[in-house]
């Protein structure tokens, strides 16, 4: 079955510095990839996604990455806040839509 | 739109009772429902895959006579946890959709506690 693995664990950065973490996954028919982000006691919310189709997407201050060939896929953060700081999930959708989650990454922002 | 409503979402119950959790699609219909469970500090385990009007899919591990999930209807899916026992504490996360051709939407979790 699908396998997602994602690093680093926790990640601190300055207020303003861009954060990235970065996923890996197994099944290469995995062909979608949701980023969440999780504040504490809270459900995951959809940040961005990204299908398998396209190599990068965009959305003001998040973008993210996709390699196929590679099976890699990276959430880039910039000019980050203080508000930012939450436990971050890729995720990858395989054969009959289950969605696999990588370990998880909690980001400190501090300021 | 796409708002999926999951009760409770807190419970404390005895070991040994039954706990049943409800989640809803308010505004959409949801012929797929997927269940998690999450420990502190850890990602979110799949843990059943429902389909409305089928049998639940459980994942590899999970036990389907402790963790009865039901999808009777194409908006509401229950998980009911039988027997709890103190392991079974724990933060469970509904999903449901699809919404558009990837989407699902994530419940408020329900915070479980065993005693």
């Known amino acids: 079955g699908e396998n997602v693995e994602q690093h680093p664990s926790t990640l601190s950065v300055q207020e303003g510095d861009s954060a990235v973490i970065k996923c890996t996954y197994s099944?290469?028919?995995?062909?979608?990839f949701p980023w969440y982000k999780q504040e504490l006691g809270k459900r995951p919310q959809l940040i961005i996604d990204?299908?398998?189709?396209?190599g990068e997407k965009k959305d003001q201050r998040i973008a993210v990455t996709l390699n196929k060939t590679a099976k890699h896929f990276s959430l880039h953060i910039t000019e980050t806040q203080p508000e930012d700081s939450a436990v971050y999930f890729c995720?990858?959708?395989?054969?009959?839509?289950?969605?696999?989650f990588g370990a998880g990454t909690r980001l400190f922002v501090k300021a | 739109g796409a708002v999926v409503s999951q009760h409770p979402s807190r419970v404390i119950c005895k070991s040994g009772t039954s706990v049943k959790i409800e989640c809803r699609s308010l505004?959409?219909?949801?012929?797929?429902m997927f269940w998690y469970r999450q420990f502190p500090k850890k990602s979110l385990m799949l843990m059943a895959t429902?389909?409305?009007?089928?049998?639940?899919?459980?994942e590899q591990g999970v036990e389907k006579d402790k963790f009865l999930i039901n999808h009777a209807s194409l908006t509401l899916s229950t998980l009911t946890v039988t027997s709890a026992h103190p392991e079974d504490s724990s933060f469970y996360i509904c999903?449901?959709?699809?919404?558009?051709?990837?989407?699902?939407?994530f419940g408020s979790g329900t915070r479980l506690t065993v005693v």
């Open positions: 999903s449901a959709g699809p919404t558009g051709v990837y989407g699902y939407t």
């Open positions: 995720a990858a959708y395989t054969g009959g839509f289950k969605t696999i």
């Open positions: 099944d290469s028919a995995s062909n979608y």
């Open positions: 505004d959409f219909q949801a012929t797929t």
């Open positions: 990204i299908r398998s189709n396209v």
């Open positions: 429902s389909n409305e009007g089928s049998k639940a899919t459980y």
